[in-house]
């Protein structure tokens, strides 16, 4: 479920996305989550520049960004240490993502999993854009 409509406003975008990394946080404000782990999700999509023509662009990597880049950048984010928030977490790794010129938006979705027995997840979702260059 995301609660953000499409990037209508961008020049083309092509959207690219990891869904549902799931990992072990050190994360919560309350004393029972000081000193554990808890499993979080993590979703990002982020928009990079497309074309808005019928051409195949050329099978090169240099024209996007590399899933494993992100990836990365996730887990390290995440290991660095104790996070009291989820939106924290969130901003981290969406300025991350945005470190990269080449992503114009991104998304980020952020889950703790096991924090209700009757619930399948809490969380937040973020969106962020680059600040656009003159």
Known sequence: MTVFAPWADEPPLRCL?????V???HIGVFPHEQGVTQR?????????????????????LSRTVS????????RRIVS???????????ERIAAGVLADARVRVVRIKIEKL????????VGVEIE????PQD
């Open 128 to 131: 962020r854009r680059a600040i």
């Open 114 to 121: 096991d924090v209700f027995e009757e619930i399948e997840s």
């Open 17 to 21: 996305f990891l869904n549902n990394m």
């Open 67 to 74: 899933y494993e880049h992100v990836v990365l950048l996730v």
């Open 40 to 60: 979080i999700r993590v979703s990002v999509a982020f928009g990079v520049l497309d074309r808005d023509d019928l051409e195949v662009g050329a099978d090169d």
């Open 23 to 25: 990992l072990d946080a």
């Open 80 to 90: 660095e240490g104790h996070v009291r928030l989820v939106e924290t977490l969130a």
